[in-house]
């Protein structure tokens, strides 16, 4: 699938590893929404948009986010450790609503949105400079 349009929204908050939001659309005909451009150590890398993943209380069956330490409909105090670790021994919270399978196809994606990312922000530099409105995510920064 052809990557035929990126969108850019900066994110300005000097101290934060949250560099920027895209959107990429594919072939003209499907776009994915709220990727994140993340700082890491060793260079940008992409987060693809994701869900906090959630368990049932074992009292009441309530949903709850992985990471709460009580049920929210019970207030049951919660057994930690429920979420399942990555192959690196990570907790895992989120889950990705979509993401690309092969290998090439994340290289491609990182290359076209991180690349769209640096152009828009030498653009930002520029006297004038108008940023990308809010429409891109509606709720990217609750
Ligand atoms: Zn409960």
């Known amino acids: 699938m052809q990557i035929t349009e990126v969108r850019v929204r900066l994110v300005r908050n000097k101290d934060d590893r949250l560099k920027a939001f895209c959107s990429m659309t594919l072939d003209n005909e499907f776009v994915v929404r709220d990727i994140k451009v993340i700082d890491g150590a060793s260079g940008y890398f992409l987060a693809m948009p994701s869900r906090k993943m959630s368990g049932r ?51 491609r994606i990182q290359e076209a949105l991180i690349g769209a990312y640096e152009e828009e922000l030498e653009r930002s530099k520029q006297p004038g400079y108008k940023p990308l409105e809010d429409e891109l995510d509606d709720d990217a920064l609750v």
């Open 57 to 107: 209380c074992s009292k009441c069956g309530g949903k709850n986010h992985l990471g709460a330490k009580f049920c929210n409909s019970c207030g049951n105090r919660l057994p930690q450790n429920r979420a399942r670790k990555d192959p690196r021994g990570r907790v895992k919270l989120h889950a990705d609503v979509a993401h690309p399978i092969s290998v090439e196809y994340r290289k």
